[in-house]
C-alpha cells in the first residue's frame, strides 16, 4: 500500500524540488499543500502519514503546523525542510516534534538517509516504477528547446524590412508568476544562510520574513519600502555587485532605533556616536550581503564580485536614502527581505537591486530550474 505523503510548502519550485528528491521507486501516494492550513487539512483527510514540511509560508507558518500536530495529536511523522538554519529554529522544530531538519535546497541523498534513519522508508518498499529521473531529464531537454528559440533572431528580419521599429530588438523584460515564485525561493535560501550567520553573531533568534520580489520601476522603490518609511530615521549603505552578465546593488537599511540594541548585542562598550553607528553598520553590511549574494550565486551556478560599500547617509528618511539610485535604471528586479530580531526592536531590511539588462540573463538561468 502506498505512503500517503504530504509535501507542504508555499513554493511551487520547492514542493518540486523535494517530490524530484524522493528515493525512486518508492511507493508513495504524494498531496501539496501551499501552506499550513492547507498541510492541516490534508493530514485530517489522510493523506499525510508522511510530512515535509517548510517553515516559512503565509496563512500558517510551519511552526504553527507543529504546534496544531501536537494540540490535535494528529497522526503524522515530520520532516522539516527549510531555508532558515538557524541552529535554534533546528532545536524549536525537533522540540515541536519534528523528527529531523533538512536545509534548503534539499539533498536527496540525506533525505533518503533521514528517510530510512526514522523507518519511514526501507528498500523493501521499493516498486518496480520508472524512475523519476528520467522525466526531469526529459523535462530539461523540453525547457532546453523552449528557450533557444528566443525572440533575440527574429527582429533581424524586422529591421530588413522596416527601418524604424527598434523595439523587437530587445524583447519585453517580464517575470511571470512561476518565475518570480523562483526567484522568491532563491532569495528565502539565501536569506536563510544571511539570518544563520546574523544570529549567531548576535547570538539571538532572527525571525525570517518571506522576501518580497517585484520587478519594478525604480521610481517605486520608496512606495515598496512604505512600512519602513513610516518608521523613524534610516541609515544606509550600498555596495554594487557584477559578474556573468548581471549586475545591481545591495542595500541595507538600518533604523536608527536599532543601533543601540545592535552595539549591546554586538558587545560593544563604547558610547554610540556617528563612528560607531557607522562602524555597526558596515559589520552588518558585509555579513548580510556577502552571505545573500553567496547564496544566490551558488544556486544559479555563477559568482558576484562585489565593489566596495558606500555610505548612502546617516539619520535619514528611506526616500532620501534611496534617492541616490533612482537616476541609474528605469526599471529593477527587486528583492526586499526584511530582518527583525526576536525579542528586540531590531529591524533592517535587506534590498537587492538587478539592472533591466540583468533580468534577462537571470530569466534564462531561472528557466532551467523551472519544469
Known amino acids: 500500500m502506498a505512503t500517503a505523503l504530504l509535501i507542504c510548502d508555499d513554493s511551487n519550485m520547492a514542493r518540486k524540488q523535494v517530490a524530484r528528491s524522493l528515493p525512486d521507486g518508492w511507493d508513495v501516494d504524494i498531496t ?18 508522511v510530512l515535509l514540511l517548510d517553515l516559512n509560508m503565509p ?124 526567484y522568491q525561493e532563491i532569495a528565502n535560501v539565501a536569506m536563510g544562510r544571511a539570518g544563520d550567520l546574523l544570529a549567531r553573531l548576535l547570538n539571538v533568534f532572527v525571525l525570517l520574513p518571506i522576501p518580497n520580489v517585484n520587478l519594478i520601476e525604480v521610481s517605486e522603490l520608496t512606495m515598496a519600502l512604505s512600512d519602513v518609511e513610516s518608521k523613524d530615521k534610516t541609515s544606509g549603505i550600498c555596495q554594487g555587485f557584477i559578474g556573468a552578465g548581471i549586475s545591481g546593488e545591495a542595500l541595507l537599511i538600518l533604523n536608527d532605533s536599532s543601533f543601540k540594541d545592535v552595539a549591546s548585542l554586538m558587545k560593544y562598550d563604547h558610547e554610540l ?45 528611506i526616500s532620501e536614502l534611496i534617492a541616490t539610485n533612482t537616476n541609474k535604471w528605469k526599471k529593477t528586479l527587486a528583492i526586499e527581505i526584511s530582518y527583525s530580531i526576536e525579542n528586540y526592536p531590531i529591524k533592517c531590511d535587506l534590498l537587492l537591486l538587478f539592472t533591466e539588462e540583468s533580468v534577462i540573463t537571470l530569466n534564462n538561468k531561472i528557466a532551467y530550474l523551472l519544469d
Not at 93 to 119: H, M, Q, R, W
Open 32 to 49: 501539496f499543500a501551499t501552506n499550513g492550513a492547507e498541510g492541516i487539512a490534508a493530514i485530517k483527510e489522510g493523506k499525510g502519514d
Open 59 to 182: 496563512v500558517m507558518d510551519g511552526y504553527e503546523v507543529l504546534e496544531a500536530i501536537l494540540k490535535q495529536d494528529l497522526p503524522t511523522l515530520t520532516i522539516v525542510i527549510s531555508g532558515d538554519i538557524q541552529p535554534e529554529a533546528h532545536q524549536r522544530v525537533k522540540s515541536l516534534g519534528a523528527l529531523d531538519f533538512i536545509k534548503k535546497p534539499v539533498d536527496k541523498n540525506k533525505l533518503t538517509e533521514i528517510l530510512k534513519a526514522y523507518g519511514v522508508f526501507s528498500e523493501d518498499e521499493l516498486i518496480a516504477n520508472k524512475p523519476p529521473l528520467s522525466e526531469s531529464r526529459s523535462v530539461s531537454k523540453a525547457v532546453d528547446k523552449v528557450e533557444l528559440p528566443s525572440a533575440i533572431d527574429l527582429p533581424i528580419l524586422d529591421i530588413e524590412v522596416a527601418p524604424e521599429p527598434e523595439l523587437p530588438t530587445r524583447p519585453a523584460i517580464e517575470i511571470d508568476g512561476d518565475m518570480r515564485d523562483c
Open 273 to 317: 556616536d556617528n563612528h560607531i553607528e557607522l562602524e555597526l553598520l558596515m559589520d552588518m553590511a558585509n555579513l548580510l550581503i556577502g552571505a545573500c549574494l553567496s547564496g544566490i550565486s551558488e544556486q544559479l551556478d555563477m559568482s558576484f564580485s562585489q565593489g566596495h560599500p558606500v555610505v548612502l547617509g546617516q539619520h535619514r528618511k
